[in-house]
């Protein structure tokens, strides 16, 4: 599904009450929401969702964070919708990250970074169906 993709709006960008703001620019940006629901993500669910970044010396605390109070998970439908999408978020890091994207203007650090965006076609599908069954998917 080359025109969909994953985001997640994450517990600090949810908890400082950027949900609105956010999902209006991912509408200006021209992305259809093809599923939209807040969660909040059980320690394990985290563990599963980052499970490729276990080994790294962050993941810990990135379970932690994830897991440390409700976001909004995002299936996201636009032409090249995997780029599109990680276009809008800017870098991880926020101090690096361009002006005009969504981590410069509300990620506050390189883990709480304000959102999530999957990295390739392949990984977008896996992660749809993580967190979205199909009759959730309009
Ligand atoms: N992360 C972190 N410390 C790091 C790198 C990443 O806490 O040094 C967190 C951060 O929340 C990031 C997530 O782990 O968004 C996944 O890392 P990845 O390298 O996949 O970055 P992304 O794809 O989110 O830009
Ligand atoms: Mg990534």
Excluded at 125 to 138: D, H, Q, T
Aim: charged fraction near 25%.
């Amino acid at each position: 599904m080359a025109n969909l993709t994953f985001g997640i709006i994450k517990p600090d960008a949810v908890r400082a009450g950027h949900t609105g703001s956010i999902i209006q620019r991912i509408l200006d940006t021209g992305f259809k929401i093809r599923g939209l629901k807040l969660i909040h993500m059980t320690r394990q669910q985290g563990e599963g969702f980052y499970a490729v970044h276990r080994e790294r010396p962050f993941f810990a605390g990135l379970v932690e964070f994830m897991s440390s109070g409700p976001c909004v998970v995002m299936a996201l439908e636009k032409e090249s919708a995997v780029k599109s999408w990680r276009d809008l978020m800017g870098a991880t890091d926020p101090a690096k990250a361009d002006e005009g994207t969504l981590r410069k203007e509300f990620g506050g650090s390189v883990g709480e970074n304000a959102v999530h965006g999957s990295d390739s076609d392949e990984n977008a599908a896996i992660e749809v169906s993580y967190f979205f069954s199909r009759l959730e998917l309009v």
